[in-house]
């Protein structure tokens, strides 16, 4: 294919995941008893309200151009909760950011599933289990980076709601120097992860 339509096919599967992620955390913060997502209207699967120019457009284009049209990702708006909204005091915060990771497993597991149980004649063309893959190639990506402990991610929030008081000059550590150590990983460590992004979806996919 072109590499203008790769670049278009690859963009609109990378929003749709992270659109789903921030939906996800929407949905579970209102569920939990947080409205703020939908006040700002974000409680929506539509991509327009989650796009963030730099990390849905900008980065996506970069990442592409620098790997050659091999890579692709980004990132959507964060969605807005009041964690003192949530019923659940205790682990609603690590329940709302576990959900985003957790959609895009689902995702991850709904296209995988579909290239390893349909029959072929379904699957009518090369480009179209190309696409299927990709889908879930990026959805296990997103899961597993936004696990790291390290803020703002995902991970770090959940990693918090289970910490012991006692250990809790870890989490002034992460979130005093959170930006510098997730850089650091982007730039110098980013390939640790990929071996177990490439397992799941081996796992998934057969």
């Given at each position: 294919?072109?590499?203008?339509?790769?670049?278009?096919?690859?963009?609109?599967?990378?929003?749709?995941?992270?659109?789903?992620?921030?939906?996800?955390?929407?949905?579970?913060?209102?569920?939990?008893?947080?409205?703020?997502?939908?006040?700002?209207?974000?409680?929506?699967?539509?991509?327009?309200?989650?796009?963030?120019?730099?990390?849905?457009?900008?980065?996506?284009?970069?990442?592409?151009?620098?790997?050659?049209?091999?890579?692709?990702?980004?990132?959507?708006?964060?969605?807005?909760?009041?964690?003192?909204?949530?019923?659940d005091?205790?682990?609603?915060?690590?329940?709302?950011?576990?959900?985003g990771?957790?959609?895009?497993?689902?995702?991850?597991?709904?296209?995988g599933?579909f290239?390893?149980?349909?029959?072929?004649?379904?699957?009518?063309?090369?480009?179209?289990?190309?696409?299927?893959?990709?889908?879930?190639?990026?959805?296990?990506?997103?899961?597993?980076?936004?696990l790291?402990?390290?803020?703002?991610?995902?991970?770090?929030?959940?990693?918090?709601?289970?910490?012991?008081?006692?250990?809790?000059?870890?989490?002034v550590?992460?979130?005093?120097?959170?930006?510098?150590?997730?850089?650091?990983?982007?730039?110098?460590?980013f390939?640790?992860?990929?071996?177990?992004?490439?397992?799941?979806?081996?796992?998934?996919?057969?």
């Open positions: 294919m072109d590499s203008f339509i790769i670049l278009i096919f690859q963009l609109a599967i990378l929003l749709m995941s992270v659109v789903v992620h921030e939906f996800a955390h929407g949905w579970m913060a209102f569920y939990l008893g947080d409205p703020t997502a939908k006040h700002y209207g974000r409680l929506t699967l539509n991509p327009i309200k989650h796009l963030d120019f730099f990390g849905s457009l900008v980065v996506p284009f970069m990442v592409f151009v620098v790997s050659g049209g091999q890579a692709i990702f980004g990132w959507a708006k964060p969605v807005p909760f009041n964690p003192r909204n949530l019923r005091q205790r682990y609603g915060e690590a329940k709302v950011a576990a959900a990771p957790l959609a895009n497993i689902l995702v991850a597991l709904v296209f599933l290239i390893r149980f349909m029959p072929e004649q379904f699957l009518v063309s090369t480009n179209l289990i190309q696409i299927f893959g990709l889908i879930v190639f990026l959805n296990i990506l997103l899961a597993v980076f936004n790291i402990p390290i803020p703002p991610l995902d991970g770090s929030k959940i990693l918090f709601a289970f910490l012991p008081r006692s250990l809790d000059n870890i989490r550590f992460l979130e005093k120097y959170g930006t510098f150590l997730l850089l650091f990983f982007i730039f110098f460590a390939q640790w992860i990929l071996p177990l992004v490439f397992l799941i979806f081996k796992l998934i996919v057969g």
